[in-house]
């Protein structure tokens, strides 16, 4: 389902952005796996509507793979035995790396990389639980310090399909250096294909890929405002205004197709990022932050694009 001989991009799952809007624009745009917003397993086993409406994918998201998070091995069962009943879904894989305090507190995200037990008694519940083709782990390098390798054939013994490795611990956050060495070192101690993630741009992703010798590419915030990230790495040349237009419209359009309405004021925090480093941006933002009309909205993203 996933040829990683091309070298595929995926998109990484971002709280609050990677929805299905965003998902369905970069899938149109060069991106060839697509992740769910992070959905707590809890949220899911308790029937939380939010948490549903997380699972809706567009057509287009083929392969589409839906991430949680959680700490309870009971919860974690329950869930993937939910998620079997959805149709659609590819692949399940574990959040290992959410530096976020509150999921932290929960033993979830990266606190699992100091259980490493309890983070191998979750990945082989979900591998003998789970009707999906895929199952994945996206991790960090540790959570004070580096034991990326250990985690690595961990997720290798339990047979994983792939692991996507952020290259910080999460004492590094999202502010320390990215270590590509040791995504490198993570590659060359296993198997399974190995996703490098952290701080990737178009400028720097084959440098990457040539010194991790991964297997593709995560990218994960350098996509906000700039999601033609996907088609500049795979076509090497910057994305001409008019794609970037055309993306940006699109993104629009998608947003009041599954939002309604609503889809205008959540559009503004993209619209944000879109209109950085432009002439007149602050005028631009002060101005859409005062409509909500839908056709007036979209006439001033053509006018100022």
């Known amino acids: 389902m996933i040829n990683f001989d091309a070298k595929p991009l995926f998109l990484a799952p971002l709280a609050g952005f990677s929805d299905l809007p965003l998902r369905n624009v970069v899938k149109n745009f060069g991106c060839d796996v697509t992740t769910s917003e992070m959905i707590s397993a809890n949220a899911l086993v308790y029937d939380s509507s939010k948490s549903r409406e997380m699972l809706k994918k567009s057509p287009n998201e083929k392969p589409f793979i839906v991430q949680i998070a959680g700490s309870n091995p009971q919860i974690i069962k329950k869930a993937i035995l939910l998620l079997n009943e959805v149709e ?28 490493l037990d309890l983070l191998k008694e979750i990945l ?39 692991i996507a490795v952020h290259g910080r611990t999460r004492a590094g956050g999202y502010s320390a250096k990215v270590d590509y060495d040791a995504i490198g070192e ?27 010798n991964a297997d593709g590419l995560m990218i994960g ?13 795979k076509n090497g040349k910057t994305a001409s205004k008019e794609l970037k237009k055309q993306i940006i419209l699109a993104h629009f359009d998608a947003m009041i197709e599954h939002y309604g309405e609503k889809g205008v004021a959540i559009f503004r925090k993209h619209l944000h990022q879109y209109s950085k480093h432009q002439a007149d941006a602050t005028a631009f933002r002060d101005e859409i932050n005062r ?10 993203i053509v006018d100022f694009f």
């Open 88 to 115: 659609g879904i590819d692949g399940i894989d574990l959040n290992c790396g959410c530096p976020v305090p509150k999921v932290v507190r929960q033993n979830a995200g990266s606190a699992l990389l100091k259980n």
């Open 124 to 162: 082989e519940t979900i591998k003998q639980n789970s009707n999906k083709l895929l199952t994945s782990a996206k991790i960090r390098l540790g959570f004070d310090s580096k034991i990326h390798c250990q985690i690595a054939k961990i997720c290798q013994d339990c047979e994983l399909d792939y």
């Open 186 to 212: 993570v590659k060359a101690s296993v198997k399974i294909p190995v996703i490098a993630n952290g701080d990737i741009n178009s400028q720097n992703a084959n440098e990457i890929l040539t010194k991790t």
């Open 221 to 233: 915030r350098a996509s906000i405002g700039n999601p033609w990230i996907f088609s500049e790495i």
């Open 291 to 300: 409509i909500d009309e839908i056709g007036k909205f979209r006439q001033k």
